[in-house]
């Protein structure tokens, strides 16, 4: 590892920390991977460290084909694969044949109900048998997230949810990729610093939120997928483990 801040070291450390401890008292326990920068870091942390968690990833069908290529770069990099689910066909269709091919653009319910058959329904299978799943959500990604911190009992999916990087913030998130030559999506520098299905990701603008360009025309208290909300509200996340 080349030389990083003493502040970022101790974040890596409390990280490695809660993974550890999350195999510890929870096994067996998944990282749910979207390829973002963030779950580039866990990626790394988990890979070089041999921590026995499954990492997989959700190939919706409408993931840009930069994201295809950092999920090859990603096998050929650290000499594993993760694992790939990808939606059920018959959700897939069903949501054409009621919406149309990009419905999602007409309506909140309409994206929503995209969502789940592209993400939602197979994150749930992914999770099947497992007693924790790992994100890299940050607490500074967007409005929606403010409130989280590192680990809570997961209602909708019934499991614990462990959040090593909540309290991380952007900066940090790209010392640790550049100082570790960690590899990470071609879109990230072209201002994607977010980035998800190919129609509803786009560039952000100078001083705006770094979600603003995921479903930007929504209004950003309504810009999550469903991944992780309960009762369609995002779940709010309390410290500890009980």
Known sequence: MTSVGDDLKIKIAKALAELRDAV??????????????????????IYWRNLDIEIFTIDTGRLPPETHALIAAAAAHYGQTATVYVPRAESVEGFVSTYGINGFFDSIDARKACCHARKVEPLRRALAGKRAWVTGLRSGQASTREALLSSTFDEGNGLQKINPLAQWSDTEVWEYLRSNDVPYNALHDQNFPSIGCAPCTRAIQPGEDIRAGRWWWENPDTKECGLHMVDGRLQRIKTGTT
């Open 24 to 45: 510890s008292r929870f096994a067996p326990v998944a990282f749910a991977s979207s390829m973002g920068a963030e779950d580039m870091v866990l990626t790394d942390l």
